[in-house]
Every structure is written in structure tokens, then in C-alpha cells.
């Protein structure tokens, strides 16, 4: 099965646009969970458990796990996720952006090691860095074209040689020539209303990884009125913080729970 073919089924089974992130933060663990080897691996699993019925997929970002040498901890959790919650599909924020041999073993990281379903990269080197990511037809290329942060405006603006913000000449660019096997979508931050619907009537309805809501501070119903396809669907709106760390207690599982749900009603509200 398809990247998209697995995201169009997990929003219609889960009738959710909402994608949970992981940025596990040791610090910010529970007391049950402070001090154990595995820690990592047991909150994302506790947090997994109790978000998947509100969500249309898992997005583990990659640095987090990395940095606390955690590797080999969310190897466990991809398989995790693909056996108990298979109809969920798992994006690995990595954007990654390099030459082609070195792309290659990236998309070999993603695609073998973790087993994602699909993986974020940035296009800021050309075309030659994405091609080896597309070689994997059943994968998604998850695009950075206009991200949440401020200081994305720095470049994302620049009129290109067509006359268009950055942002815009990307999204062409993947709508037009690189999304040749129609496994490619794009990052468009929810802190920019105004540039997910330029986004949007550029690409139809390619789909779109919407960051930004939560503890970012991204309007829901503004993202949501700017950024759905002409199904009603075509966004996998992604909290990460404000789910994970909704509570700090030992209510921790239920808080994350009740948090992904008010998330994933307050999207549809907006649909």
C-alpha cells in the first residue's frame, strides 16, 4: 500500500485530520518515567496508545530521538506503531537536504532502517537531492515549502525568477515536475493562513503537513478554512507539544488523551 493510499484511509477511518508529533523531551517526563534507560521509548509508546483513535498518523521527529543517543528506541517504536496501529501512517520530520549519494542513504535511514511511511526533506538544493527519496514509489516526499517559524520568511519570500514568493515557485515545482509517481506532499506552517491557501490553489489537492497549531499558537479554524482539499480532507494538521505535555502528573496518559481528542473535534468543527 501507498503512502497515500494508507493517509486517504486513515482519514476517512479515523474521520481526523489531526497527525500527533513525538518530540520526546526527557526533562519534561513524567516522575513514574525519570531515570530509565527506556524511557523514551515508554512514553512515546504510552503517548501513541493514547492518542491513535483521534489521530490520522504519528510524525516522530528524528532530532529528539538522536540527540539522547535514543535511536535504537524509536527503531522499537516504528515497529511498534506499524504492528498495533498498522492503519496509521508514520512520517519521520527529518528534513533532510543533501547531495544525491548522500540523499540515498537518507532515504535508505527512512525507508529501511525506520520503516516510515513517509519522511520530510527540504528542497533547498534541487531536484538531485529529492530524486533518490521518489525512487521509493510506495513512500512519501513530504516537501518544506512555507514552514511555521518566523524566520522562514527570511527566504521563503524572495521572488524567484518567475515572479512568485520562494515558497510558491517550490510548490509549483513539486506540483508540476517532481510529484511524478504522486507520492509528494508539502509543509505549509498553520501560522500562515493566507500562504496555505495560495499553497493550495497552486498544488489541488496534493496533501498538505500543516505544523504550527498547539503550542505554536496556529488558528485551527483559519488553517482548517485555508487548507482543506475539495473533499474536505488533504491536511494532516500535526500538535505535538500541547498533547504530549498536557499534564505533567500522573494523569499524564489520560491528559494526552483528552488533549489529541479536543484537537482532532475542534478540527472538525472547523470542517
Known sequence: MTFITKLNQAWSASN?????????????FPAELQGRDDAIYEFCRAIVDATAPYACGIKPQIA?????RA????????????????????????KRGDIGSTAEQYAREAFERYNADAVT????????????????????VIVLCRTSNKGGSDLQFIESKDDLPLYLHVAGLVADRW?????????????????????????????????GIGAQGGDIPATVKAGCD??????????SRAILYASGGEDWREAASAAAQATRDAINAAR
Open 64 to 68: 529528539y530521538f538522536s540527540a539522547q
Open 179 to 211: 510529484n511524478t509517481n504522486g507520492q509528494c506532499a508539502l509543509v505549509v506552517g498553520a501560522t500562515f493562513p493566507d500562504e496555505i491557501a495560495r499553497v493550495r490553489q497552486r498544488v489541488g489537492d496534493m496533501p498538505l503537513l500543516v505544523p
Open 16 to 28: 481526523s485530520l489531526l497527525m500527533v508529533g513525538l518530540d520526546p523531551d526527557p526533562q519534561r
Open 121 to 140: 526533506v527540504s528542497p533547498y538544493m534541487g531536484f538531485d537531492t529529492i530524486q533518490p527519496y521518489l525512487a521509493w514509489q510506495d513512500r512519501g
Open 230 to 239: 475539495s473533499r474536505g480532507a488533504g491536511m494532516m494538521i500535526n500538535s
Open 71 to 94: 535511536e535504537e528506541q524509536l527503531e522499537a517504536l516504528c515497529r511498534y506503531i506499524h504492528q498495533a496501529y498498522p492503519q496509521l501512517p508514520i512520517v519521520l520530520d527529518a
